[in-house]
Nanobody
């Protein structure tokens, strides 16, 4: 599967953005998806995951309550809705996928994902 992330941009603090991760392939509904971000000089960080059916989502405390992941398997797309953005959310955002037979599977470890998109830049000004 190939992934393409889009939707990034430059916004002010307190604003919202919705990122999209479009996947190629006819079996995307069997892939769990994770979103990660990497700020300059920092390690890549998990910001959320969604199971292949979409029934389960997972967030770290740093974004819980502000970020929401959803998916539209009919259109091979996963979304990351980001609200109340802060300057510290500035980073390059990536989507990643892993095929799994376990619907509630997710991981916050980047090494557990087999496929990665190219990243989309999010910049939040204060």
């Amino acid at each position: 599967v190939q992934l393409q992330a889009s939707g990034g941009g430059l916004v002010q603090a307190g604003s919202s953005l919705r990122l999209s991760c479009l996947a190629s392939g006819r079996t995307f509904s069997t892939y769990a998806v994770g979103w990660f971000r990497q700020a300059p000089g920092k390690e890549r960080e998990f910001v959320g995951g969604i199971s292949f059916s979409g029934v389960s989502t997972y967030y770290p405390d740093s974004v819980k309550g502000r970020f929401t992941i959803s998916r539209d398997n009919a259109n091979n797309t996963v979304y990351l809705q980001m609200n109340s953005l802060k300057p510290e959310d500035t980073a390059l955002y990536y989507c990643a996928a892993r095929q799994t037979r376990v619907d509630r599977w997710y991981s916050d470890e980047e090494s557990d994902y087999n496929y990665w998109g190219q990243g989309t830049q999010v910049t939040v000004s204060s």
